[in-house]
């Protein structure tokens, strides 16, 4: 994996000779960083989602921090650092010295994810200091919609409930470990129980429960912004697949989703050709090119 991308390892020398240097961001990078993301407000949705919540570009209160690239006062690019890395308008010959930093702060990160050229340089420095992946998926296409879906949308998809959450919760686990590989209850249920309670409790969780309180379907916004929302967590039933009744739940989806902003975003493994027709039947279109590291 290393030679694929050993180019911008020198470049990472280069950007530290010229005065190029790596900061954690504090309040007063808030707007700077703002203006950076908001070059991309589909790629960057993520961040952006975050300082709308939070408001400010400090550390939070859970340890992680914004890595921003300076070169005198100028913010170049950055890469959110918390249990993942996740790059913001980094330049690819940039990416080393972001590794490093983050190498050095000692934390263990559970992914990389972010544009493809950015994360595979990312990751490059990362593994020259001797962390080395679980999974590399190198191909997944960014894609997005604005208007109405191509297909009917499934009426029966809606927000989720709390008082179905015992409900809702086994579903995004078997999601999590069909995509992953492990059960997301590693780092305790309860701590995966708040992140899905929090989803719906603030309307980003969409799911069709059957007259029997089964989960048929379900999705999440993952991360939401009044420009952008980008869908997550997209499963169906393994006792309703192979039926045809994948786009009208996704069509659903986009419908949902535009009611809090106009463009709806997801990326998708290249490799999941079945997946990717769905979502182009629907209307979605490439935009970019994401990867995930997984360690």
Not at 4 to 11: F, N
Not at 110 to 116: E, K, L, Q, R
Not at 136 to 158: C, F, K, N, W, Y
Not at 204 to 229: I, Q, W, Y
Request: proline share 6%; glycine share 12%.
């Amino acid at each position: 994996m290393l030679s694929r991308v050993a180019p911008w390892l020198a470049s990472r020398r280069d950007g530290a000779a010229s005065g190029v240097a790596v900061r954690v961001l504090g309040v007063e990078d808030t707007a700077p960083l703002l203006d950076l993301a908001g070059q991309d407000p589909v790629a960057n949705v993520f961040i952006l989602s975050h300082l709308e919540t939070a408001g400010t570009a400090s550390p939070t209160a859970g340890g992680a921090s914004i890595l921003g690239v300076f070169d005198g006062g100028t913010l170049l690019g950055a890469c959110w650092a918390g249990a993942n890395l996740v790059p913001v308008q980094l330049d690819p010959e940039l990416a080393g010295l972001v590794a490093t930093a983050a190498h050095r702060s000692g934390r263990r990160y559970a992914s990389i994810f972010g544009p493809a050229d950015t994360v595979m340089a990312i990751y490059a420095g990362l593994e020259r200091l001797g962390q080395s992946a679980h999974e590399v998926r190198d191909d997944q296409p960014l894609m997005s919609i604005t208007g109405p879906p191509a297909v009917e949308p499934e009426p029966a998809l809606g927000f989720g409930q709390l008082a179905d959450f015992d409900k809702i919760l086994p579903a995004c686990a078997a999601m999590f470990e069909e995509e992953v590989g492990y059960s997301p209850y590693l780092g305790g249920r309860e701590y995966y129980g708040r992140r899905v309670k929090g989803l719906i409790r603030a309307g980003h969780s969409l799911v069709h429960l059957d007259a029997d309180g089964e989960v048929v379907f379900k999705a999440e916004l993952g991360a939401v912004t009044p420009e952008a929302t980008q869908v997550q967590g997209v499963w169906m039933n393994p006792k309703f697949r192979g039926l045809g009744r994948s786009p009208g739940y996704m069509a659903a989806v986009v419908v949902l989703a535009q009611t809090i902003a106009p463009v709806t975003s997801l990326y998708v493994n290249g490799f999941n050709t079945r997946a990717r027709a769905t979502y182009e039947r629907v209307g979605f279109q490439q935009v970019g090119t994401f990867a995930t590291v997984l360690f």
